[in-house]
């Protein structure tokens, strides 16, 4: 266990809709990343978050977006869903901006 | 840019022997750190070693060691006495500064009773 931890583990829903997946880092981790697997693909970094700050951008599509609570916890927000974002999509957390990246479970998105 | 390589996209190994796994990077940075990181059925991203770019003793955990040739940029894992549960796939990474994680495409290892 790696002590970070996301909610829902698995997300069914159809196109056009909007969902939100939740992240919750390591004790005392300040930084949150976010990453989507698709099918057989390696992992694709989408936003970072520093203690309430975005700190930088990847590929991540203007229909989706994030946020860093007071409390650390994060949350990535897709809206206008497409089939092809169905994929995993995974938070990690750091204890500072660098360094060694704990994942969480993952969330598996599927949009019928 | 920064780029991660795995060379191997699938290895398979019998029970109870070695195998090595490649990866190479290309990057201008001194300072950074490198990882292993294993994927198992699961689908769980579990972190099995990494690797800071100024330390030149080559990181162990374990079956795990790395070979880290700095010069070369290469960073290949060896897992020793394999078991079946080490088979997942293998996802090398590279990491400068506050920055995101780069990750190889992978390398898909099944070990074989």
């Known amino acids: 266990d790696s002590g970070v931890t996301q909610t829902p583990k698995h997300l069914i829903t159809a196109t056009g809709q909007r969902v939100t997946l939740r992240c919750s880092p390591r004790s005392g981790d300040l930084s949150v990343y976010w990453y989507q697997q698709s099918l057989d693909q390696g992992l694709q970094f989408l936003i970072q978050?520093?203690?309430?700050?975005?700190?930088a951008k990847g590929n991540i599509l203007e229909r989706f977006s994030a946020q860093q609570f007071p409390d650390l916890h994060s949350e990535l927000n897709l809206s206008s869903l497409e089939l092809g974002d169905s994929a995993l999509y995974f938070c990690?957390?750091?204890?500072?901006?660098?360094?060694?990246?704990?994942f969480g479970p993952g969330t598996r998105l599927l949009v019928l | 840019a920064q780029t991660v390589t795995q060379s191997q996209p699938e290895m398979s190994v019998q029970e109870a022997e070695t195998v090595t796994l490649s990866c190479t990077y290309d990057t201008s940075e001194n300072n950074y750190y490198l990882f292993w990181y294993k994927q198992p059925p699961s689908r769980q991203m579990i972190l099995v070693i990494r690797q800071e770019a100024y330390k030149q003793q080559n990181a162990t955990e374990n079956r795990f060691s790395v070979n880290f040739q700095k010069a070369a940029k290469s960073f290949s894992l060896k897992i020793s006495d394999s078991q079946l549960g080490d088979t997942a796939m293998y996802f090398c990474a590279f990491i400068w500064g506050a920055q995101k994680l780069v990750f190889g495409q992978g390398t898909r290892l099944t070990i074989n009773p």
């Open positions: 990690a957390s750091s204890r500072d901006g660098g360094g060694t990246q704990y």
């Open positions: 978050y520093y203690n309430g700050e975005e700190r």
